[in-house]
């Protein structure tokens, strides 16, 4: 395998990282350079002013995931339509400078008429398919928008964003239940947050849900310190009902802080799950680059 | 009947009305001295100087309905359980001037241990109820906290409290939907709206449905001045799907560009609905206060 440099290139930060011909992470850097704070055209640049002694290595692929890739980024690399697995995404990169370094470009989906997409995800759920070894199943990517991800025959074949990250920060600090809530969110409160999970379960909607957050202190049903925690418990607890799970077992790729809410809610609904965290990511960009390299 | 001055003091308006024997209103005039612009303690001169001439009548009775009655306004006037009826809410008034000036309780219901509240829309009802001569039905008061009231046998029986103006408020002006949508909302583009409505019906959840508001824009699907319609449907059908009507008659209270909104929508979901103002608030009053006289 050729030296790979990967990158994760988001809105609001930059990840690099040297792989090692096995998949092995020999290095790791993060800057706060966003594709936000980067001025079109300085995106070359940036990136060798970020790992430009990598980049000298003779023979070096580097494959640039996430926003990077969109019409706001460094080059717009149009997204790859589902289903999409490893050879779908590879033959859809789009170069920058040929054989050397390209965008992973993103999926899109349609379903009811109404396209969704993603950009960076796809690379993380490869990573994790190729280390968990598996070809099926659900990969659940939590954040500001969370991704569901559903892999069939190594090929994603569908996928869903939920605006849960942000509806959990548009309700905690500018709503209504913000007045009754403490300034901190504090540690989690677990006996709260699966009352909200619970809750969320026999609601139809957040719409009228989320209110309870402000009933329950209103009538001194659960102490001010819990809300937080029990508003995230409904947030995340409504995208699980909407995804209906019935005992599927998924897997969860993120920030360990997020990961562990979504398996201990998933846990309480009988669902078993499995962890991953940036390790993903960066098997990810690898498994591409093997994927290309075979081509 | 005595003479009758109807007050509906809110947050941040405060409204008041003249009314005559047979239910007419005589009088009415509004200010934004609402419950949050008024100091502890100076609730009685507030009501004074708005209609201090009204209260100067022999024999005058002042029922003060709305967030006046909550622990932040003029005093704590208790939630009366449901089922509620007028009688019910007629003899669990807070006297302030025993026999002459009142608050309206609100009314509490619980649900899965969870309670819900609401201040003012009692009334609404009350007064909807007498107008169009019903016993039995559905009261939607759309708003900020859009409110789901079930009366059966002349008594409120149970309600739900739908956060869907703030949900939308929120999600129009802070949420990333925002950044591909106009300043201004525009006049209402009906089969955006409309859009939005039916594919909120088949959505399970608008953390889900919400991003298609964005996608539907980066896929040049719908222009942007559509979208603030098209979130507008997404809202008010999820609330329709939440609350399953199947071709029920609902009546809806409310402001007239809110009512009409929901009307719309309720009509392409194949459901009936009678549109009510502000007389409703007034009517309600009165019939509360020939409760109390009959009494």
Known sequence: MRPLVAVDWGTSSLRVARVGSDGTVLEERTSDRGIL???AGSFPETLRETCGDWLNQPDVLC???GMAGSRQGWQEAP????PAGFADVAHALAW???GRIALVPGLCFEFLDTPDALRGEEVQVFGAMDLLHLDDGVFVLPGTHCKWVRVAEARV???ATFMSGEFYSLLRQQSILAR???DEDGPL???AFLRGVHHAQQARSLLHSAFSARTLALFDILPTQALP???SGLVIGEELRARALHGLEVVLIGAPALTERYALALHTLGCASHRLGSEATWRGHWALARTLQKA
Chains 1, 2 share one sequence.
């Open 37 to 39: 704070s980067v001025p």
């Open 79 to 82: 997204y790859c339509t589902c």
């Open 157 to 159: 074949q569908s996928f």
């Open 96 to 98: 920058i400078e040929p």
């Open 189 to 191: 409160e677990e006996a």
């Open 229 to 231: 925690s029990y508003l």
């Open 180 to 182: 009754t809530m403490p």
């Open 63 to 65: 494959l640039v995931s």
